[in-house]
């Protein structure tokens, strides 16, 4: 098997928590004696040759980040210059999300499930998997603790039945989080990770506070 991955995240590739799941999902490809090529539609003068790519192959998928529940607009862009194939060619999916239960991402999936109509192609299904919020500012042993489950699903994939298997559904994790559980995490939010997020903005450059209401400093809005 040849896989041709794209990035569809709009963040180039250094700071794309896609790249770095897509890293993973590649070398659980690998181990299974599967091949692949990766492209990331960040860098708009590479279009042209990821459309060459997407014609000249039968086995695709795109990886992207869900951003409350709409796909990245670049993505659609470059969608729209893709043109038709036929049912020789399989998409698939792997949409990853800051959001942590399983069904904050169903919109996107449901979406994404009558794309490969669209462009006359077969689907290969849709692997769902949240809670991947800030992979990019981790440190690299816990940006591989996060990501190394993909390896699983890149060895998966490789045997050839796409994201139908119930290994690849149940990798979404919980559809709802249990009222305790979202109790403690209204919590931690409210108290470690606000300091964190601050924390994470500091080394960005920001000094701005990130709760600060900047309509109430504006006296134009006031009025």
Known sequence: ?????????????????TEKIIASFAKGLSEKGASFETYAISNRKSWEMIREAYIKNEE????????VECIP????????????????????????????????LRCGEEFLTKLPEYLGVRYGGCLVKGDNFGIRILDEAKQEQVTKPY?????????????????????????????????????????????????????????????????????????
């Open 73 to 104: 607009g670049l993505l659609l862009e470059f969608l729209e210059t893709l043109p038709k194939k036929d049912e020789h060619t399989r998409l698939s999916f792997l949409l990853q999300s800051g959001f942590a239960e399983g069904c904050q």
């Open 60 to 67: 695709i998928l795109i990886a992207l980040p869900l951003y």
């Open 1 to 17: 098997m040849h896989v041709v991955i794209i990035n569809g995240s709009p963040r180039v590739q250094k700071y794309s928590n």
């Open 151 to 223: 390896q699983a699903m890149g060895e998966l994939f490789a045997e050839g039945d796409g994201f139908f298997r119930e290994e690849a559904k149940k990798f979404t994790g919980p559809e709802y989080f249990s009222l305790p559980m979202r109790l403690m995490l209204q919590f931690v939010f409210k108290t470690f990770a606000k300091k964190m997020f601050q924390k994470a903005a500091a080394s960005l450059g920001c000094n701005t506070p990130l709760d600060e209401k900047i309509w109430e400093t504006n006296s134009g809005c006031r009025e």
